[in-house]
């Protein structure tokens, strides 16, 4: 069975600290994704990746960054956190147009 | 673009009576369909996916979900639900040439005893 392991399941920072959020996958996947949760709006795209070394914005890449330094991993970075960052961050991968496997989810409050 | 709407936020039933969970969407190429299942306190789970062949697809649980291209929907029943069914779903469409995943909002069935 393919494991997404996301670092934290929950995390409280502060207003303005640079967080990291760690996504870790064990089957070799090329894909791998970061999404946030809100109520009401469902999943969306923060950033993704097909490849070590490359990213590409998804739909709601303001106030973040990523990196994939490795093939396994895939860390999301907010530079500088804000409030309306208070939200829970899924991270998934996937082989070449199959499903996407989620990990548990890290929610994270910005006091 | 694409786009997805799922009808309902919320769908309350009793235990083993039927269900259906709606979902429309909108797209100017071919798609690929897909039903997550979110647990409390848990990450998204795969019910079923549309790739092609057969409009009618069997899931996990029990779960099926119908491909009809004239009405763009896809919804996803089930004949008699159980009280662990009790979970938020996740309607989602990506473009046969990438991997981007459209979700939509999430409709969130509640079975009752």
């Known amino acids: 069975d393919v494991k997404v392991t996301q670092s934290s399941r929950y995390l409280v920072k502060r207003t303005g600290e640079k967080v990291f959020l760690e996504c870790v996958q064990d089957?070799?996947?090329?894909?791998m994704f970061w999404y946030r949760q809100d109520p009401g709006l469902g999943l969306r795209l923060i950033y993704f990746s097909y490849d070590v070394k490359m990213k590409e914005k998804g739909d709601i890449p303001e106030g973040y960054s990523v990196s994939r330094e490795k093939k396994e991993r895939f860390s999301l970075i907010l530079e500088s956190a804000s409030t309306n960052q208070t939200s829970m961050y899924l991270c998934?991968?996937?082989?070449?147009?199959?499903?996407?496997?989620f990990g548990d989810g890290t929610r994270l409050s910005i006091l | 673009a694409q786009s997805v709407t799922q009808l309902d936020s919320q769908v309350p039933v009793f235990e083993e009576a039927p269900v259906e969970l709606r979902c429309n969407y909108s797209?100017?190429?071919?798609?690929?369909l897909f039903w997550y299942v979110q647990y409390p306190n848990q990450g998204l789970q795969l019910l079923l996916k549309y790739l092609s062949g057969s409009t009618l697809v069997k899931g996990i649980n029990g779960f099926e979900a119908e491909f009809n291209k004239s009405q763009t929907s896809f919804h996803l029943r089930k004949p008699s639900v159980h009280i662990s069914d009790t979970a938020e779903y996740f309607c989602a469409v990506s473009d046969q040439g990438g991997n981007k995943l459209v979700f939509g909002a999430g409709t969130i069935l509640r079975v009752k005893s």
């Open positions: 089957m070799d996947h090329e894909n």
């Open positions: 998934a991968s996937s082989l070449w147009n199959q499903p996407q496997h």
């Open positions: 797209s100017s190429v071919s798609v690929y």
